[in-house]
C-alpha cells in the first residue's frame, strides 16, 4: 500500500520521488531528526538509507538527510582539500582550513542538542547505547575522512567525537556513517510498524536476543522449539529470558559480564 503524502508547512514529500531526490533542495523541518554529512562523495547518500523502512521515513518525512559535499570548499581553481602530512609521511590528510568552514557552515543549521561527529577506527566503539543518545538529539553532523584523515586541530577546535564500526580500516567514511544512521534512524518515533522490536531486540537491554522461529513447524528435521508452540505466554517468556542469557554468555562475554555487574551493583 502506497504511504500517503505527508505534508509539512508548504512543503511536500511524495512516495513517487527517487531515493537522491528526498535530498534535492530540502529546506530543514522544525522538531524533524536530521543528519548532515560532510563528505567528498555526496553521490553515495542516501544509499541504503534510501530503501526499505528508513527509505519510506524519509519519504514521510520523519528524518531528513543531507550530504555536503566537502570539494565545494577546496581551496584554488582545482578544489584541492588535502596536502601532505606535516613531519613526513605517506598519504595526505584533509585540511583545516577546508574542512572547518565546511563544518561551520552546516553547524550553522544547527539547533538543540547536535554533536559533530568523525568516522575514525581510534574512535569510541558505536554501540545502540549510542545509537539510542543519537535518536533523542535535535540532529547529528558526520564528518567522512579519507586518505590519512583529518588535521587534528579540526578535532580539537569543535570537540568532535571520534567514532568507530569496530576494530577495521576502511578507505572512507561513508559506510560507517549509513550504517550508525540506519540504526539510528529505526529508534526515532513512527519508524518501525512495531514500537515493541526496539524493546525486545540484541543489544537493547544489554544482552543478545533469543533465537527466531517461523513456519513451517518443521522443516528440513528441525522443529520449533516445542514451548513456543506451547501457548503458555509465561514459559515462553522465561525460555527467552533463558535463551538470552545462554547465546550472551557464550558469544559475547564481555556484555555478559557487564548485565551481572549491573545487576549486582
Known amino acids: 500500500m502506497t504511504p500517503p503524502n505527508r505534508s ?12 537522491r531526490e528526498l535530498m534535492q533542495n530540502t529546506p530543514d523541518y522544525a522538531g524533524v531528526w536530521q543528519a548532515h554529512i560532510i563528505t567528498l562523495f555526496p553521490e553515495l547518500f542516501p544509499g541504503v538509507l534510501g530503501a526499505s523502512l ?18 565545494a570548499h577546496g581551496l584554488t581553481k582545482h578544489r584541492n582539500v588535502d596536502d601532505t602530512p606535516a613531519g613526513g609521511g ?9 574542512v572547518g568552514p565546511a563544518i561551520e557552515a552546516v553547524q550553522a543549521r544547527a539547533q538543540g542538542r547536535w554533536p559533530i561527529l568523525y568516522m575514525s577506527p581510534r574512535g569510541r566503539r558505536f554501540d545502540q547505547a549510542m545509537a539510542r ?12 575522512g579519507r586518505f590519512e584523515g583529518v588535521d587534528e586541530r579540526v578535532i580539537e577546535h569543535y570537540g ?3 567514532v568507530s564500526l569496530g576494530d577495521f580500516v576502511m578507505t572512507g567514511g ?21 514500537a515493541d522490536s526496539t524493546v525486545e531486540e540484541s543489544h537493547s537491554a544489554g544482552l543478545l536476543e533469543h533465537p527466531q522461529y517461523t513456519k513451517p513447524a518443521d522443516w528440513q528435521g528441525h522443529v520449533i522449539p516445542p514451548v513456543l508452540m506451547s ?19 557464550e558469544r559475547r562475554p564481555d556484555l555478559w559480564a557487564a548485565h551481572k555487574a549491573h545487576e549486582d551493583g
Open 160 to 162: 568532535i567525537t571520534e
Open 8 to 19: 509539512h508547512g508548504k512543503q511536500r514529500i511524495t512516495p513517487t520521488l527517487k531515493p
Open 54 to 71: 528508513t527509505g519510506r521515513a524519509l519519504q514521510e518525512g520523519r528524518w531528513q538527510l543531507h550530504a555536503h559535499d566537502l570539494r
Open 90 to 98: 605517506a598519504g595526505m590528510v584533509l585540511r583545516a582550513d577546508v
Open 174 to 194: 561513508e559506510l560507517a556513517a549509513q550504517a550508525m544512521i540506519d540504526a539510528t534512524v529505526r529508534l526515532l518515533p513512527g519508524v518501525l510498524g512495531n
Open 133 to 144: 543518545d543519537l535518536s533523542e538529539c535535535a540532529g547529528v553532523t558526520m564528518l567522512c
Open 231 to 249: 501457548g503458555n505466554h509465561a514459559e515462553i517468556e522465561k525460555w527467552r529470558r533463558e535463551m538470552s542469557h545462554k547465546l550472551t554468555q
